[in-house]
């Protein structure tokens, strides 16, 4: 292993990643909504304490109030611009399913906790259902997000090197938490070009299988990473 | 009469290879479209109102505030005034509105008033559970009294198994649209072939034939999804009300509550064997719930090991848990705990290895003695056992404690009912088609191989149609059925239809039709493999006439599978006696299964199954609350599964070739789940020193089982 492939000495460890995953997410956006005082956090406490209705409420986006109602949005997905109009409570993950039909992503725990929903934004490997569509979007002329589902990662009809290891390695079985698995491990395996099992392990700890798989995830990233090196595995 | 026989050893293409999935193009491309993935045009999306109560009369429901929401289009009462909840999470209305968010707005302006009845949500011993109980029958062969009195040890132990959730990853649920009086339903199900009649007798149709069922891939099911169940129906009528196509998938603190769970099992069990280690008698008093009923069943105890003395009594207890679903290896999984754990108790008390004690007993197996024993000798290889096992309690300074278990197990794994639509085309194409399903088992690709296999063509020149009530009806997919079945009716079919292409071309080679067979893509004759024509000529001598053919797997026809298979695990565990964490180094599956078809998607259903084994043993259990009567972990930060750094390794070992390949195609889905409980608990009372008598082993048990052993 070269000092580069070391996690310790790179931009992100595995544990950093995983960190940096739950922290857009969850942290964040806990701030975000808790600093404003924006009901949003209250709603979800309601909806699940069963309490009686709870309003429609906005959403604050660098200190401006959008909402309740739909609003128009500019997301950046796979290269291509895509607008929609949407209630700026809807995650992106509802966004990219309910809205642009992009169903990659999966729905399962839509709380943070198993990562099925992985995309990629700006590089790094989020939650879909932890973040609001409309913070990732075009705001006061800047440029939102840069948003890579699984759909984005090959074009239709061809396999990424990722993709392909976890259909040589049999790494699915009913498939429904994949693609969260190939794009946590793009993400994971575009800064470490070496890992070994241990780092998998760490680095894929974020994703949840219930079929089992994970014996042959383990293998399909490590291959993978020889694949795209050009070594052989 | 055609001969559909396997083919034999040395003339296999691709039966037994390791081959890649069909599907797993579209699934690790993100491409494959689940039920929750399809969306269709105008289409709603419902939500339902759940009861917070475990036990409650629903005694009015006003939707009125709900109905005047933005978006709402259809409301349907599911739980009417008068009627009564038997647990939390129970289905009281569905919501029909344009967006999801509306939806979950509108559910919660449903006013609904219960008359709240006490509950019990603990499934205590019998004793404690007053009039909530149903007492099964007992069951006894021999004396059992008479064995424990004159054996020259007993063990006394006391072992369970909590309940437990499928959590399947995509969950429960359906979208439905109508035309006309036809309904379309795409649901995520076991049993496509079955939905048709289930909505009939629901009175959402008036007749099966109204009801065309599609599902190209599903996200899981592991027992819990044979039925479209009261929110399959409830779609289906928000769908007619509104005249719009309804999406209604189950939110996930409903999965966990209500769409399945494993009855939990405990026992208080004597075993007693003679100084040699021969096992002579066993009494045990087990109990379990299953929810409000007793659907779950009585165990058969001792399991595998038939003793000849017993006496067994079980106890359901009628609680408010949350109803009961089979989860992969119905009562199997507990049945075996109970049973190897006290095999190893009673090991442990007379000083033996319990893998000798195993093999001193195998003749109380039954006729699949032998395998056990090749099963057992090949996972000690694997583990290293002879040199590893060390007598109970881990002796090694420092707070790390290792230990080795060992296990075995049986499931029976016959096919199911099947019928496969085999074409030849003109032009070469071939097509087979079973209204069945792929729960990502590897289905599909099992009758593509068959397929191809009989026709001596590649894989890719073979289309799999499944996951649609147009092809001829299948079986539902449980037990270990499905490849049994489905390989069995494309065996048939497709031998059927090459048998009427061989009519078709003999006469232009000379020859007549049963002088032919299929190898290679080409059709030649036995006797003289270079008198051949290749495939698509072949074919292309039909004319303009495609050739069609039914195969039937039919209870009787049972030339081309078996059931009744064995299995071996052993596992290695670390256990650290002072956070109580046990982490599972190693775990070893030694599993037979007859002929295999698809030697990649099978290691793949053992590795599988092991890692669920993993995860139930240490991290899951559906926790109540007894104040409130519901489910506190009906999430997934709190129910446990495993991930993927939380084991060491799985070794798996599929037994096969002569003695077993010839046996036919037997179902693995079931099998390998089962052992892997008793195998981990084992391997933990072999590092501690004591019996940490209940799953999942968490750290608290663990402690607090050493705190009684006095070992901590």
């Known amino acids: 292993m070269t000092p580069k492939d070391n996690p310790k000495d790179s931009e992100s460890s595995p544990e950093e990643s995983k960190q940096s995953r739950r922290g857009l997410g969850r942290r964040e956006f806990v701030k975000l909504v808790g600093g404003t005082g924006v009901a949003l956090t209250a709603e979800v406490l309601g909806e699940k304490l069963g309490s009686a209705a709870t309003p429609m409420q906005g959403a604050v986006v660098s200190g401006k109030v959008f909402g309740p109602g739909p609003v128009p949005i500019i997301l950046h997905v796979n290269k291509q611009t895509r607008k929609l109009t949407i209630e700026p409570r809807v995650t992106l993950l509802d966004a990219l399913r309910n809205h642009l039909d992009l169903t990659g992503a999966k729905k399962v725990c839509d709380r943070g906790a198993c990562g099925t929903c992985t995309v990629i934004i700006n590089g790094k490997a989020v939650y879909a259902c932890n973040v609001l569509a409309i913070e990732l979007a075009d705001h006061d002329g800047k440029p939102g997000a840069d948003i890579l589902t699984i759909e984005g990662l090959a074009p239709e009809g061809k396999l990424h090197p990722i993709s392909a290891s976890f259909l040589d390695n049999d790494a699915q079985q009913c498939g429904f938490c994949t693609p969260g698995f190939v794009l946590a491990c793009k993400t994971f395996l575009d800064k470490h070009r070496d890992p070994t099992v241990e780092q998998v392990k760490e680095a894929l700890g974020g994703n949840l299988c219930r079929c089992g798989t994970y014996m042959r995830t383990r293998r399909a990233a490590v291959e993978a990473a020889m694949k795209m090196k050009g070594g052989h595995a | ?712």
């Open chain 2, 1 to 712: 009469m055609a001969d559909y026989r396997w083919p034999p050893a040395g003339k296999r293409a691709l039966i037994g290879q390791r081959i890649s999935r069909l599907d797993g193009p579209w699934k690790s491309s993100g491409r494959a479209k689940y039920t929750y993935d399809v969306n269709r045009p105008g289409m709603l999306h419902g939500k339902m109102v759940l009861s917070p109560y475990a036990h409650a009369k629903v005694v009015s429901i006003d939707t009125s505030a709900a109905e005047a929401m933005p978006g709402v289009k259809a409301v349907e009462i599911m739980t009417g005034p008068g009627k009564e909840v038997l647990w939390a999470g129970h289905e009281i209305v569905a919501i029909a509105a344009e967006t999801e968010e509306q939806a979950r707005d509108a559910a919660r302006r449903v006013q609904i008033r219960y008359e709240q009845l006490p509950h019990l949500v603990s499934d205590v011993e019998p004793g404690k559970a007053g009039e909530h109980i149903k007492q099964f029958n007992e069951q006894a062969d021999g004396d059992a009294d008479q064995a424990l009195q004159q054996a020259d040890v007993v063990s006394e132990g006391e072992y369970g198994a909590s309940v437990i959730v499928h959590c399947c990853p995509e969950a429960h649920g359906q979208l439905a649209e109508w035309d006309g009086d036809n309904l379309t339903l795409y649901v995520s199900t076991q049993n496509l072939s079955g939905i048709p009649a289930e909505m009939a007798q629901a009175k959402v149709v008036d007749s099966a034939d109204q009801v065309r069922v599609l599902m190209p891939v599903m996200g899981g099911g592991f027992g819990s999804k044979f039925a479209a169940d009261t929110w399959g129906a409830a779609c289906a009528r928000l769908a007619k009300k509104s005249g719009r196509p309804v999406k209604m998938m189950l939110e996930r603190d409903q999965e966990l509550m209500v769409a399945g769970a494993r009855p939990s099992m405990y026992a208080k069990v004597r075993l007693g064997a003679k100084r040699d280690g021969t096992l002579v008698g066993w009494s045990s008093e087990s109990w379990g719930t299953s929810g409000p009923d007793a659907s779950g069943g009585a165990p058969n105890l001792p399991y595998v090991v038939r003793i000849p003395d017993r006496r067994v009594r079980h106890t359901a207890v009628l609680t408010n848990i949350g109803p009961a679903r089979p989860w992969r290896a119905p009562l199997n999984p507990q049945m075996c705990l109970i049973t190897m754990a006290a095999v190893e108790d009673l090991a442990s008390k007379m000083g033996m290895d319990p893998l000798e004690m195993l093999l001193k007993n195998l003749q109380l197996t039954g006729p699949l003695a032998k395998t056990y024993q090749e099963e057992l000798e090949k996972a000690a290889q694997l583990m290293d056992w002879r040199k590893k096992w060390h007598p109970r309690g881990d002796k090694t300074p420092g707070p790390i404690r290792r230990g080795l278990g060992v296990s075995i197990h049986t499931w029976g794994g016959g096919g199911h009912p099947s019928n496969c639509n085999c074409i030849i085309r003109p032009d070469g194409s071939v097509e087979v088609s079973l209204a069945s399903q792929d729960l990502g088992t590897g289905t599909r690709t099992v009758i593509g191989i068959v397929a191809a296999e009989t026709c001596g063509l590649p894989l890719e020149a073979v289309k799999v149609n499944i996951g649609d009530t147009k092809y001829p009806p299948d079986g539902a997919s449980g037990g270990s059925s499905t490849v049994g079945g489905v390989s069995s009716s494309t065996r048939r079919a497709t031998t059927k239809a090459l048998n009427q292409l061989f009519e078709k071309v003999a006469p232009s080679l000379a020859v007549t039709s049963d002088d032919l067979e299929a190898v290679g893509g080409q059709i030649r004759v036995k006797s003289n493999p270079s008198n051949a024509i290749p495939w698509k000529q072949a074919c292309a001598k039909l004319g303009t006439t495609p050739i069609t053919a039914l195969g039937q797997r039919q209870p009787g026809n049972d030339d081309l599978l078996s059931s009744g298979v064995g299995g071996a695990q052993m596992a290695e565990v670390s256990v650290d006696v002072e956070t109580g964490i046990v982490h599972v180094n190693r775990l070893v599956a030694v599993q037979d299964c007859g002929l295999i078809i698809d030697l990649k998607t099978a290691e793949s259903q053992v590795y599988g199954a092991c890692t669920m084994g993993i995860s139930y043993s240490l991290f899951e259990e559906k926790i109540m609350d007894e104040q409130t009567g519901r489910c506190l972990n009906a999430d997934m930060e709190f129910y446990k599964l495993a991930g993927i750094g939380d084991f060491g390794e799985i070794m798996v070992h599929i037994m096969t070739g002569p003695g077993y390949d010839e046996r036919g195609v037997i179902g693995l889905g079931e099998p390998p789940v089962i052992s892997p409980g008793a195998a981990i608990s084992n391997a933990v009372a072999n590092a501690i020193g004591v019996r940490v008598p209940t799953l999942p082993l968490t750290p608290a048990k663990v402690l607090a089982a050493l705190e009684k052993g006095g070992a901590a």
